[in-house]
Structures are given as structure tokens and as C-alpha cells.
């Protein structure tokens, strides 16, 4: 019996950690590291002008023309690309290159998403083509963002069971109970001490045969 106890242990502290790495999110931005562009800064658009890997929010150039964005005039168009190269009022990336940029945020209005306000990352993250930065629900949930408890995560009945102004989606201790959701065995029900007499994954607390495996 001991033996039996022993390996259904082993196993669920296997899953746990499996579970864990393929769930971890270190920037609690909705996307798990093993598919986040930048792991340890916020990018829920998971935006790469360059699609080199590195999103736009932890990328020092997002254009991969050499120049860092923060001494770059046109960040998000690389200088190959532009047909004034010594347009020192960063307007080789609107008027010269075919089109405006209204909002000055480096992406000419033709393809920006926030044409009127600033937004060089151009991070969407509804995918609705309205970037965040002037969209009202960025989440598309139906919840307008000044009342949403997930602003870039989809919520729509607003569920948030600690009551702590984070929704269940994207707080990542549901119950409030120092246990993190992925290694929770009652994620909506506190029980901090984690026990589980009948080893079903179930923790007492929410288990409705707490003494007896389902």
C-alpha cells in the first residue's frame, strides 16, 4: 500500500511540474513563457516588427536596422526601407515613404493601428485591429476597459472569486489562499494546507468524497 501511495505521489509532483513549466507566466501578461516573445516584460499583442523572436516590449530594436529604438527616428520602419535616409525630423518614415504619420510613433498611418495615438509597439490584443492603446475593450469581452478586472484578458461575467479586483483569468492565486493556481488542488476554494486524504488530485476542501478516490 505505502508503495502504491508512494508512486501516485511521484507521479502527481511530475504532472504538477509539468504542468507548471508549460503554464508559468513570469510578466502575467496571458501568455505562458514557453510561447511568450518576451518572457519577462508584459506583451499580450506578442507584436515582433522584426520577427526575430524578440517582441517589440524587451526588443532594444524593433526594426533590426542597427539603430536602438530609443535614438531610432522611425522604430518600427527600418532605415533600408525608407527613402530619405537623412530626414532629421524622423519624416522619412511618414511623408517620404508614401504615407502620414499623425500620432508621430514611427508606423505611418496607413498601417497603424491607432493612427491618432501613439503606439509604436502596435500591440492588439484582441487581433480586432484596433491596437490597444485606443481601444476600449482590448480584451474584445464586452467589458470596456476602465471596468474590466482583466484588461487584456477575456472576462466577460467578470468572475473574480478572491474579490481582489484581479478576474480569475488572469490572476494567477484564484482563492487567495498562497497558492498559486497551477499547483492548487482547489483553485477556487482557499485550502492552503493542501490536503487530500484520498490522493485524487482533489484537495479536502473541494472534494465532495473527501475519504474515498472518485
Known amino acids: 500500500m505505502a508503495l502504491g501511495l508512494g508512486g501516485g505521489t511521484a507521479a502527481a509532483v511530475v504532472h504538477a511540474a509539468t504542468a507548471s513549466a508549460s503554464t508559468n507566466d513570469t510578466d502575467h501578461d496571458g501568455i505562458a513563457n514557453n510561447s511568450d ?3 519577462n516584460v508584459a506583451n499580450p499583442g506578442q507584436v515582433d516588427t522584426d520577427h526575430d523572436g524578440e517582441g517589440n516590449a524587451c526588443d532594444k530594436d524593433d526594426d533590426n536596422d542597427g539603430t536602438n529604438d530609443d535614438s531610432d527616428e522611425c522604430p518600427a520602419i527600418s532605415s533600408s526601407t525608407r527613402i530619405s535616409a537623412h530626414d532629421d525630423d524622423g519624416e522619412e518614415c511618414d511623408e517620404d515613404n508614401g504615407g502620414t504619420d499623425g500620432d508621430h510613433d514611427g508606423v505611418s498611418d496607413g498601417h497603424d493601428n491607432c493612427p491618432t495615438v501613439a503606439n509604436p509597439g502596435q500591440v492588439d490584443s484582441d487581433h480586432d485591429h484596433h491596437g490597444n492603446a485606443c481601444d476600449k475593450d482590448d480584451d ?3 467589458v470596456k476597459d476602465g471596468h474590466d478586472d482583466c484588461v487584456t484578458v477575456a472576462n466577460p461575467g467578470q468572475v ?3 474579490h481582489d479586483g484581479h478576474g480569475n483569468p488572469c490572476d494567477k492565486n484564484d482563492d ?7 499547483s492548487d488542488n482547489c483553485v477556487t476554494v482557499k485550502n492552503p494546507a493542501q490536503i487530500d486524504r484520498d490522493h485524487d488530485g482533489r484537495g479536502d476542501a473541494c472534494d465532495h468524497t473527501p475519504t474515498k478516490s472518485d
Do not use: A, E, K, L
Open 37 to 39: 516573445d518576451c518572457v
Open 140 to 142: 474584445n469581452d464586452g
Open 160 to 162: 473574480d472569486t478572491d
Open 176 to 182: 487567495n489562499d498562497n497558492r498559486n493556481d497551477v
